[in-house]
T-cell receptor, first 114, second 111 residues
């Protein structure tokens, strides 16, 4: 069965500094990997995905993520954080074949200080 | 713009009531999902459906049922609401391996 780990409950970063939100996964076969963001009292918004191809994936709002197969990781990154990036971030994984459910991590709260 | 619409943003129900949460998507997606979100636990899958009238249990189906009579609509039913079902409920839909699109969520309080 697939699983996702987000080891940090919260990440604090100053505005203008680079940010990283960590995610590791476990799945049989090649993974489909996703990052979502959630603002207070809202649903989840899709940021980016990795299915195949380049290991560095670019997404919305200047975010990118790097797929590392050997380390089974898919960390979310941004070169320069904004206060408006403060939100809850979720990593998700599903397996490659047939119908498979999307499994989410427990989420990481990102707090960007001015 | 793609859209997943949940019928209520906030809901307060009494213990023992039968509760219906409705979700409609306008993208002709095959798959639909119901998750609940609790602090520190992330999103946990309650039920999903990959076709009309088809449903599968997720990780925490106890106390819930679902209905999918039409492709665009997926309903979550709490047969007899209990206080431990107080939570944020999120509906989503997708096709194949594509990203899932989420509704805005329903915050349910059972008193």
């Amino acid at each position: 069965a697939q699983s996702v780990a987000q080891p940090e409950d919260q990440v604090n970063v100053a505005e203008g500094n680079p940010l990283t939100v960590k995610c590791t996964y476990s799945v049989s076969g090649n993974p489909y990997l996703f990052w979502y963001v959630q603002y207070p009292n809202r649903g989840l918004q899709f940021l980016l995905k990795y299915i195949t191809g380049d290991n560095l994936v670019k997404g919305s709002y200047g975010f990118e993520a790097e797929f590392n197969k050997s380390q089974t990781s898919f960390h979310l990154k941004k070169p320069s954080a904004l206060v408006s990036d403060s939100a809850l971030y979720f990593c998700a994984v599903r397996g490659p074949t047939g119908f498979q459910k999307l499994v989410f991590g427990t989420g990481t709260r990102l707090l960007v200080s001015p | 713009d793609v859209k997943v619409t949940q019928s209520s943003r906030y809901l307060v129900k009494r213990t023992g009531e039968k509760v219906f949460l409705e979700c409609v998507q306008d993208m002709d997606h095959e798959n639909m999902f119901w998750y609940r979100q609790d602090p520190g636990l992330g999103l946990r899958l309650i039920y999903f459906s990959y076709d009309v009238k088809m449903k599968e249990k997720g990780d925490i189906p106890e106390g819930y049922s679902v209905s999918r009579e039409k492709k665009e609509r997926f309903s979550l039913i709490l047969e007899s609401a209990s206080t431990n079902q107080t939570s944020m409920y999120l509906c989503a839909s997708n096709d194949g391996g594509s990203e899932a699109f989420f509704g805005q969520g329903t915050r349910l309080t059972v008193v």
